[in-house]
Structure formats: structure tokens, C-alpha cells
């Protein structure tokens, strides 16, 4: 069992830049894949990015390549996302996930745990 908890949402201007924060319990966090995805109103859940068990593999959406940075700290049990050049268009829940798989997924079925998400709201 993991359960995950994101931090680091708010409300942002538009140019600005964000770190996102998910601390994940339990003592076999790096067994675990993680991603990031977001759901904004009205809209499907998207994926952005995911990281593998010892953080050598990335992938990202093409959508957000280059602004975004996922990383992860497996001696802290947490996973991050960089964001900079937000745009109005980022506003969303942002989740981070855990999927068993060694290698991440972009599909959000392959994710065995999920956070609560956290806000975020970019300004124009």
C-alpha cells in the first residue's frame, strides 16, 4: 500500500514557475514508478510525465515537454515537478501516481495508487 500526498499547487501569473511536491509513504517507494497527471474542468484526465524506479528512464507528453521536469528522491520517498513558462491553459488538479510497472506509463489505467491532487490556478 502507498498512499501519496501532493503539495505545492497555488495560484500562479502566467510566466511564473511552480514545484510541485508528492511525498509517498510507505518503505518501498522505490519499487515504484511514478507520474504526473492533471485534470482540468470539463476535461479528461492528462498525462505529463513519468519517472522510473531509480529515476533513469523520463518520459514526457509533448505537450509539455520542456517546461516541465519530473524528478524523484528516493532516500525522501518523494517526486517532483518542475513547471516554469505556466500558462493559463495549465490550470488543473495536478496528481502524481505510482504504478508497479519499472518503467512508468503514460496511461493513467497502469497507476496502482493516486494523491488527492493539488490546484493549480495560473492567472493571465
Known amino acids: 500500500q502507498v498512499q501519496l500526498v501532493e503539495s505545492g499547487g497555488g495560484l500562479v501569473q502566467a510566466g511564473g514557475s511552480l514545484r510541485l511536491s508528492c511525498a509517498a509513504s510507505?518503505?518501498?517507494?522505490?519499487?515504484?514508478?511514478m507520474g504526473w497527471f492533471r485534470q482540468a474542468p470539463g476535461k479528461e484526465r492528462e498525462f505529463l510525465a513519468t519517472i522510473s524506479w531509480g529515476g533513469g528512464n523520463l518520459y514526457y507528453s509533448d505537450s509539455v515537454k520542456g517546461r516541465f521536469t519530473i524528478s524523484r528522491d528516493n532516500a525522501k520517498n518523494t517526486v517532483y515537478l518542475q513547471i516554469i513558462s505556466l500558462k493559463p491553459e495549465d490550470t488543473a488538479v495536478y496528481y502524481c501516481a505510482a504504478s508497479r510497472r519499472s518503467s512508468g506509463s503514460y496511461i493513467y489505467t497502469e497507476y496502482d495508487y493516486w494523491g488527492q491532487g493539488t490546484q493549480v490556478t495560473v492567472s493571465s
Open positions: 510507505g518503505r518501498t517507494f522505490s519499487r515504484y514508478a
